[in-house]
């Protein structure tokens, strides 16, 4: 019944104890109880969000051996668009984005990706854009060596490039990252953003890529 997992964090007395929930992939402290009550909060509204009972109509856009990807866009039913949301509040949740509303909310496609477990372990959403702007490779800073902090300003070209289609948000639920998840949801995405033609690598931007979502980018981009 006890879904906990022993971490060992080589971080210093200030996180010793800490235990990751093997549901919701929360990291807490169990003998803290606020940390406690915060995770069982966390874990509720996590795993509600993520559950997926299955819609009348769905729209099946790609069907894997481990799950299935729906597209939900802007004029569905109010069901598709509450999951999108209580999905898109999770996601923003863990990157620690600010809730931002879309450019043109009537635009936006949202890939979800559903495990056979009836989960939504995948999310993908993505709009029309003009233009972008390319990330530049790190400078290696001499001050610094081997700083590995994991900072978001990563440097940007100032010369815009045409684009057609910008991922605003790729997320993949923490027990269900390396399978090519993200992956299939960027190819789906190329394949179903315009009608009728394939996107190229070149057509397609990440917006405010994190850490992961830069590594990720770089090797999709490169193959
Ligand atoms: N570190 C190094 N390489 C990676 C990583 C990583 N964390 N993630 C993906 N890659 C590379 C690998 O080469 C991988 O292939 P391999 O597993 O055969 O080596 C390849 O990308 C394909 O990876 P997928 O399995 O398709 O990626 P995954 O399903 O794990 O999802 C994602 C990647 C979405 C970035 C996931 O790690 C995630 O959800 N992270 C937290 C949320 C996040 O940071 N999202 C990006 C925000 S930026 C934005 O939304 C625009
Ligand atoms: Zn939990």
Redesign the pocket.
């Known amino acids: 019944k006890e879904t906990k997992i022993q971490l060992v964090i080589d971080a210093g007395q200030k996180h010793f104890g800490a235990i990751m929930c093997k549901a919701c992939g929360m990291i807490y402290t169990a003998s803290n109880p606020e940390d406690e009550l915060q995770h069982v909060q966390h874990h509720h509204r996590f795993l509600e969000g993520i559950k997926y009972t299955g819609w009348k109509r769905e729209r099946v856009v790609a069907e894997f051996w481990d799950g299935k990807i729906v597209l939900v866009l802007p004029h569905d039913p109010s069901y598709a668009i509450k999951k999108v949301e209580e999905v898109q509040e999770l996601v923003d949740n ?2 620690g984005f600010q809730q931002v509303v879309p450019k043109c909310p009537n635009k936006t496609k949202t890939f979800l990706f559903i495990s056979d477990e009836k989960r939504v372990v ?1 999310c993908l959403i993505a709009e029309p854009i003009q233009q972008a702007f390319r990330v530049l490779s790190e400078p290696t800073s001499p001050e610094s060596p081997g700083s590995k902090e994991c900072h978001r300003a990563w440097r940007c070209s100032n010369v815009p490039v045409p684009a057609v289609c910008g ?6 639920f923490r027990f ?9 949801l960027v190819d789906t995405l190329r394949n179903r953003f315009m009608f009728g033609c394939f996107l190229s690598t070149n057509e397609i931007a ?8 830069k ?2 980018a770089a ?2 981009c490169n193959t």
């Open positions: 863990e990157l995948g991922i605003s948000r790729i997320w993949v269900k990252r390396r399978k090519r998840i993200a992956r299939r990440f917006s405010d890529p994190t850490p992961d979502g590594l990720f090797k999709y």
